[in-house]
C-alpha cells in the first residue's frame, strides 16, 4: 500500500 500512496502523493514518499 505504501507503494501505491508513494506513487498517488509524493509527500507520503518524503514523510516515510
Not at 500500500?1 to 516515510?16: G, H, N, S
Request: aromatic share 6%; hydrophobic share 55%.
Amino acid at each position: 500500500m505504501l507503494f501505491i500512496r508513494d506513487i498517488a502523493t509524493p509527500r507520503a514518499a518524503q514523510q516515510v
